[in-house]
């Protein structure tokens, strides 16, 4: 790694921090702030339809992705999918299944990595487990026990892909959104949660009606209502809100620098993808031939940039609700601080700019000019904020009021989500993605359309709640009803530039000193613990003050301490994970380490690289063959392949296509355990009577040219390659389990006939694996346990001196 990056890196960090510290008051109102609840709303909404769509279109593989039935049997579970959450785990056959004692339990619990799968994966309990997932994603998508119903979500969706994730594609979408509405209040709008509240209040009549005070929006405590009446929409905490337009950003943000290949700057790549049947709904080779190379070219180039260059939507909504916020402009030494910390900003992007060779995941890659010339403007861009100081803010608001407002990058992403939709099978994750732009402002133009549409139907007599049908949205609750949060409290700056210190330090620590997650956790831990104490006492000292918000404040003192330290976590382990794997960066390996703990309880390990560094260049498919006991031949022709070898264009997105697709691509050790699932499917399907052999074929030929038909050019240059072929009897793991056998009434297998083989860091016992653990693992979650109690009993204590409202 060169001293320049490194350089870098430490100062980019550093005059960050600094500017969090300084710009604190606007970041806390933008962050921090009620807003309508509704965007949100119609965000979850989608957001569930989608994830009842995907529900559909791995039904038909729940057997071979999750059973015990399918490509992995029970035995092999702890050590590739379980990794280190079941490292005390028995597999089953050398000793019995489940955690050896309670030391192995509690490792399976700090480890996050969850699923009931783990302990019961017969088909029957996988069935289960799906149902289970389909009544949450149908009470998600209505709002029904909406918290609850989206905790059972993520749960339930990641001890899916925990068990199995041989079809993954675009999953990381659903695992990063249901994480982040968790920690929302997505029912408090459109749903049937806020319905049976609505009843409920009007029957008592503390609800504020669209027709009566308060239009909706709520009334203080007046003679008429003495305890006041109730919003409709009560106001909801933003943060998640900007946590999932984040989300988005960095989603299409690496996605696109990933695309570094040759076929993307020559602007082929949306050529290729056209032409690979894997993907097109429709076959698009008359189309391609029509329109010609250009018009394709074009586009390719538009959606590469567009996706780099789409957290400018993130600096355009900040901008404008900054704008909004009311928050003081800095002046006299912040201001002074501000603009050294964008000069930073300025030298640290023009250090990695003036090392372009560093830039890059190989050497020789020429993709490290691109970024460079990218960094370079960047640092242009801080050095003129840092230049003109105050002057900059009104050049801003400019700008998010023009080249940066969302409809330009919104509408953009609209019409390509929608041709992507029409024209490839790509799976129900693209139009997740495109529900998270109401939450990136589309959501007001959303209500619009909504209010418009239910004001039609109420027109025609069709029965539409009164607050719904009128001529115009109801607006949100009322800011200025007295329960809503006001109160000065607030952080010093110099605390919080002291913690982003102290947690800089550490991370410094944890890998110059080899100290590890141990340095990085202690000193989160005890940022969190500081701002806790100096938060406590400043909210004391000024608990009778108020202050004036254009929007009140989400939670007390105790909550906005809570929410700010989960945001910033949040956000620094997601950059952090993302780090690129370019040579020069050889200690990320160990960086991702400190982090490894959150992405893997919150399960948001992603990696963004759809059709990234290129798409590919070839048709393929694959093709099994199996040997019976007297020595005939079988096409078998369940799974990834089609009986005649050919590739055809399919209207549905059919995800035996992407297991295809990751046996002959990044994940082509699969390729052995689907060939020794093939021999157990025999088996099992032949009263046990084992087959002779299994094999399993990749078949590649080039994509065809334009014009061309295309089933006729792979049959004329196909190319077969073997994958795997093994001996069933022979073979480990390629034998029906016992269990198994029983399940279906099989007589038990012949002694000696099953065969195993075991990884040498699972071949050691339990008890030497528990010398190379951590012995300060179980600390760290307790610890922040306490902290969370801490901040909770704050919390009790600020409600208490609060006075009750209609809606309690």
């Given amino acids: 790694m060169s001293f320049a990056l490194a350089l870098a890196l430490v100062l980019l960090s550093a005059s960050l921090v600094g500017l969090v510290a300084l710009h604190r008051e606007a970041l806390r109102r933008v962050l921090l702030r009620a807003v309508d609840p509704r965007p949100l709303a119609l965000f979850r909404i989608a957001f569930g339809c989608c994830l009842l769509a995907t529900t559909v279109e791995i039904a038909p593989l729940l057997d071979y992705l999750f059973s015990d039935e399918g490509l992995l049997p029970r035995a092999v579970v702890p050590e590739l999918m379980g990794r280190g959450a079941t490292i005390g785990f028995g597999d089953g ?40 997932l389909v009544v949450a994603a149908l009470g998600l998508t209505l709002g029904w026990r909406t918290r609850v119903s ?9 001890g899916l892909l925990r068990r199995g994730d041989a079809h993954w594609g675009g999953e990381q979408v659903f695992c990063a959104f249901l994480f982040l509405l968790m920690w929302s209040r997505c029912g408090a709008a459109f749903s049937v949660d806020n319905w049976r509240r609505c009843r409920a209040l009007r029957r008592r009549g503390f609800l504020s009606m669209s027709s009566g005070p308060g239009a909706g929006a709520g009334l203080a405590p007046s003679p008429a209502a003495p305890r006041g009446l109730a919003a409709i929409y009560r106001r909801i905490p933003a943060w998640p809100q900007a946590l999932i337009a984040g989300q988005l950003a960095l989603c299409y943000a690496v996605n696109g620098w990933a695309k570094s290949g040759p076929t993307w700057r020559s602007g082929d790549a949306l050529l290729l993808v056209l032409s690979r049947d894997t993907y097109v709904r429709w076959d698009m080779s008359a189309v391609i031939a029509a329109v010609g190379p250009w018009p394709l070219r074009l586009a390719s180039w538009g959606v590469e940039w567009w996706e780099r260059l789409f957290p400018l939507v993130l600096v355009g909504l900040a901008l ?5 916020s009311g928050a003081p402009a800095l002046q006299g030494a912040a201001s002074a601080g501000a603009r050294l910390c964008w000069a930073g ?24 000019f691109e970024r460079a010339a990218t960094l370079a403007v960047l640092a242009a861009i801080a050095a003129a904020v840092a230049i003109a100081g105050p002057r900059a803010a009104a050049v801003g608001r400019r700008l ?24 490839l099978a790509v799976g129900a994750f693209a139009p997740a993605t495109l529900a998270a732009y109401l939450v990136c402002g589309a959501g007001p133009w959303a209500i619009a359309m909504l209010q418009r549409a239910l004001r039609g139907l109420a027109r025609v007599r069709v029965p539409v709640p009164e607050h719904l049908g009128r001529e115009t949205a109801i607006a949100a609750e009322d800011p200025s009803l007295p329960h809503l949060h006001r109160d000065a409290a607030a952080l010093p700056g110099w605390a919080i530039a002291a913690a982003g210190g102290v947690v800089l330090a550490g991370g410094l620590v944890a890998l110059a000193a080899g100290a590890g997650p141990r ?23 000024r608990r009778s003050e108020t202050t004036a918000l254009v929007e009140p404040w989400a939670h007390g003192p105790a909550g906005r301490l809570a929410a700010g330290g989960l945001v910033a976590y949040h956000v620094v382990a997601l950059l ?30 992603q990696v963004w690289s759809m059709f990234a560094p290129n798409p590919p260049r070839d048709q393929m498919l694959v093709r099994t063959t199996v040997v019976d006991a007297a020595g005939v031949r079988h096409r078998y022709d369940e799974g990834p392949q089609r009986a005649d070898d050919l590739p055809l264009p399919h209207p549905w997105h059919d995800r035996w296509r992407k297991i295809g697709d990751n046996l002959l691509g990044q994940r082509e050790r699969m390729s052995l355990w689907h060939v020794r699932y093939l021999c157990r499917r025999w088996a099992l399907e032949h009263a046990g009577e084992p087959a002779r052999e299994a094999r399993l074929e990749g078949l590649r030929a080039p994509l065809p040219p334009p014009g061309s038909d295309r089933q006729e050019h792979f049959a004329a240059h196909v190319e077969t390659r073997v994958l795997a072929q093994v001996n069933c009897a022979e073979e480990p793991f390629a034998q029906l389990a016992p269990e198994v056998r029983a399940r279906h009434g099989l007589p038990p297998a012949p002694p000696g006939s099953l065969r195993f083989a075991w990884a040498p860091e699972r071949a050691a016992t339990w008890a030497e694996r528990r010398t190379r653990r951590d012995p300060l693992a179980p600390l760290w979650p307790l610890a922040a346990l306490g902290l969370l109690a801490a901040l909770a009993r704050w919390a009790r204590e600020d409600r208490r001196g609060r006075a009750p409202t209609g809606d309690s």
Avoid at 150 to 158: D, E, K, R
Avoid at 320 to 324: C, E, H, I, L, Q
Avoid at 413 to 421: I, R, S, V, W
């Fill in 519 to 541: 340095a990085w956790h202690a000193a989160w831990l005890a940022a969190g613990t500081g701002l806790t104490i100096v938060g406590w006492r400043a909210a004391r000292r």
């Fill in 93 to 132: 056959v050398r000793e019995p299944a489940g955690p050896r004692d309670l030391a192995a339990l509690l490792e399976f619990v700090i480890s996050g990595r969850w699923s009931p799968l783990y302990f019961g994966d017969s088909p029957t309990a996988v069935r289960l487990h799906f149902a289970g």
């Fill in 345 to 368: 900003i300025a030298v640290a992007a023009g250090l990695a700019a003036a090392v372009p060779q560093d830039l890059v995941e190989k050497s020789g890659d020429p993709g490290g």
């Fill in 576 to 605: 952090v994970w993302q780090l690129p794997a370019w040579s020069s960066l050889p200690w990320r390996g160990p960086v991702r380490a400190l982090v490894g703990p959150w992405i893997e309880l919150s399960y948001t390990s």
């Fill in 150 to 158: 989206t905790i059972l979500c993520w749960l339930l969706y990641a």
């Fill in 320 to 324: 404008r609700a900054v704008a909004r």
């Fill in 400 to 423: 998010a009021a023009g080249p940066l407002a969302p409809r330009w990058w919104l509408g953009f992403g609209a019409l390509f989500h929608l041709a992507n939709h029409a024209l």
